[in-house]
């Protein structure tokens, strides 16, 4: 009997053990799960990081954004006989593919009209515009603009038709006058301070501006002198006028959207290397040339 109830005995606290082994370690691995969610969380947060600013995201996606009018030899246009990206050329079109070769990232470049170019900036809605863009007070309230990139003496003046040259030989001579220019551009602003009663004719773009001139519409087209100087090459029947306007001396600068100062920071470093090294004199030179030929 006691031989048995032994058995019985050991029977029982062996079982007993072995529950009792099985819940320990049920609760070992209970225990060790929450660390190990715990360090999911911390990895799947710091994936999810959202970038800090413009600059950050630029460089996380591996693309640039840079908007322009790509009408307005010699600072960007577009080379028919090509396609893509490689189309678009001119002076700033270089600048933008040395900013995005010195960023590491990918360039695109996005074509679109003048006035689209300012509010695809001011709203935030692009990433950068590089357009031949002068400074002006109120440009700068709307977007965060770069130190001036173009060391090159810049001119405003007029397009007319060749024979009326002696009609319009000073700005008086162009008062009350129907003058075109380009929406939103500077020639806008000077025409609408300098040339008194003038009967303005905004237009999308220079070429429709020229348009016009060439079909009586208009009397003269205000214009940047190197942009004009190109117009009149490729026609004929047109001149610079010689008067210009007075007191223009431009700073053309880069624009990002309002507040991105980390961008328009490293924007401004690259900027200074290619003024070191005269960089866009020399896109500028060899952007007029092609510029020239394709109008042959």
């Known amino acids: 009997m006691k031989n048995k109830s032994l058995k019985r005995l050991l029977g029982v606290t062996l079982a007993m053990a072995m529950i009792l082994a099985a819940f320990t370690g049920c609760g070992s691995k209970a225990a060790e799960a929450p660390a190990a969610d715990s360090n999911n969380a911390a ?39 090509l396609s893509g990206q490689e189309q678009y050329k001119g002076a700033d079109m270089e600048l933008a593919r040395y900013i995005a070769n010195d960023l590491g990232v990918e360039l695109e470049i996005i074509p679109l009209e003048w006035t689209a170019v300012l509010t695809g900036i001011s709203t935030g809605k692009y990433q950068m515009a590089i357009s031949g863009m002068g400074y002006t007070e109120e440009r700068a309230e709307a977007m965060t603009l770069s130190d001036s990139y173009n060391d090159i003496e810049s001119f405003h003046g007029f397009v007319i038709k060749k024979e009326n040259l002696e009609t319009f030989p000073t700005l008086e001579s ?14 806008e602003m000077y025409t609408n301070a300098q040339i008194q009663d003038v009967q303005g004719q905004p237009f999308d773009s220079v070429q429709n501006a020229i348009l016009a001139l060439q079909s009586g519409k208009v009397d003269a087209v205000a214009v940047s002198y190197d942009n004009g100087e190109l117009f009149v090459d490729a026609n004929e029947d047109l001149a610079m006028a010689e008067p210009l306007f ?51």
Request: some cysteine; overall charge negative; hydrophobic content about 40%.
């Open 43 to 81: 990895a799947s947060s710091t994936a999810t990081a959202e970038p800090a600013n413009l600059l950050e995201k630029i460089q996380a996606d591996g693309k640039l954004q840079v908007i322009c009018e790509p009408y307005f030899a010699p600072y960007e246009f577009i080379d028919s006989s």
């Open 174 to 187: 162009l008062y009350g006058k129907r003058i075109a220019f380009q929406k939103g551009s500077l020639q």
């Open 246 to 296: 007075e007191d223009t001396k431009d700073k053309t600068v880069v624009a990002v959207p309002k507040g991105e100062t980390e961008l328009i920071t490293e924007i401004n470093r690259i900027i200074a290397d290619v003024r070191s090294q005269g960089l866009y004199v020399k896109w500028w030179d060899e952007a007029t040339e092609q510029a020239k030929a394709l109008d042959e």
